[in-house]
């Protein structure tokens, strides 16, 4: 008996270690910033200024569901559901704020959760036309752009912010509806957007043509969805 308690204690010790895993990540307090950042707003705007909140998201909620939201936290949440915004995509929630008069939370609230030296973290399996991570759950209405960018060494908010609102420009549309999925480190940064299917076309026409507005970008090739990539010259 006492041979068979010390073979089960000596089997025990050489046992390997089992890994501690981190109760609390990068990305839970990124998650918990997100959600901070949201409940701020909520809890700062008046009734008044939550009911336009819900006028101005009156195409996308039903009427009928928008009356049981009583916050704006509960209709961000909606919005989050309906992939209107995620913690890379809050221009949405910037427009409406602006519409209501409230830029002082844009200034407050919204800046110092993505300020523009903010590196945004990479996804390195992005694989353009076969990723779907973070694709729109809309795929009928919306497509993925993959923008290969040169020049760029590091992905911060600034240099996305800006990409974004360039590509938004240039296909006449608002940034909102320009969604940010994800980018890859290389010789040159490979960026996942999905927009609305019908503003590929205009993009499409300006690669094939190598427009300079693509050039000044930096932007060397585009492809939609799983279609041919296509090279932009860089003149």
């Given at each position: 008996?006492?041979?068979?308690?010390?073979?089960?204690?000596?089997?025990?010790?050489?046992?390997?270690?089992?890994?501690?895993?981190?109760?609390?990540?990068?990305?839970?307090r990124r998650h918990f910033?997100?959600?901070?950042?949201?409940?701020?707003?909520?809890?700062?705007?008046?009734?008044?200024?939550?009911?336009?909140?819900?006028?101005?998201?009156?195409?996308?909620?039903?009427?009928?569901?928008?009356?049981?939201?009583?916050?704006?936290?509960?209709?961000?949440?909606?919005?989050?559901?309906?992939?209107?915004?995620?913690?890379?995509?809050?221009?949405?929630?910037?427009?409406?704020?602006?519409?209501?008069?409230?830029?002082?939370?844009?200034?407050?609230?919204?800046?110092?959760?993505?300020?523009?030296?903010?590196?945004?973290?990479?996804?390195?399996?992005?694989?353009?036309?076969?990723?779907?991570?973070?694709?729109?759950?809309?795929?009928?209405?919306?497509?993925?752009?993959?923008?290969?960018?040169?020049?760029?060494?590091?992905?911060?908010?600034?240099?996305?912010d800006r990409l974004r609102?360039?590509?938004?420009?240039?296909?006449?549309?608002?940034?909102?509806?320009?969604?940010?999925?994800?980018?890859?480190?290389?010789?040159?940064?490979?960026?996942?957007?999905?927009?609305?299917?019908?503003?590929?076309?205009?993009?499409?026409?300006?690669?094939?043509?190598?427009?300079?507005?693509?050039?000044?970008?930096?932007?060397?090739?585009?492809?939609?969805?799983?279609?041919?990539?296509?090279?932009?010259?860089?003149?």
């Amino acid at each position: 008996y006492v041979l068979r308690c010390v073979s089960s204690s000596w089997f025990n010790s050489m046992a390997a270690p089992v890994p501690v895993r981190e109760r609390i990540t990068d990305v839970d307090r990124r998650h918990f910033d997100f959600m901070q950042t949201l409940q701020r707003i909520s809890e700062a705007l008046t009734e008044y200024e939550t009911k336009l909140v819900k006028l101005y998201c009156q195409h996308l909620i039903p009427k009928g569901t928008a009356e049981k939201l009583k916050q704006a936290i509960d209709v961000f949440q909606k919005l989050i559901e309906l992939d209107k915004i995620d913690q890379e995509n809050l221009d949405f929630i910037e427009e409406i704020l602006e519409r209501i008069g409230r830029q002082d939370l844009i200034r407050d609230v919204l800046r110092p959760f993505q300020p523009p030296d903010r590196e945004i973290p990479e996804n390195p399996e992005l694989q353009p036309g076969t990723s779907q991570e973070g694709a729109s759950p809309d795929v009928t209405t919306s497509s993925s752009a993959y923008v290969v960018v040169q020049g760029v060494e590091r992905m911060i908010q600034e240099t996305l912010d800006r990409l974004r609102g360039n590509l938004a420009s240039l296909c006449g549309m608002g940034r909102s509806q320009v969604k940010f999925r994800g980018y890859k480190k290389g010789k040159s940064i490979l960026v996942h957007f999905s927009i609305p299917r019908e503003n590929t076309a205009v993009l499409r026409h300006m690669a094939d043509h190598s427009d300079p507005r693509l050039v000044y970008m930096g932007v060397k090739s585009l492809q939609i969805d799983a279609e041919r990539p296509i090279e932009v010259t860089q003149r």
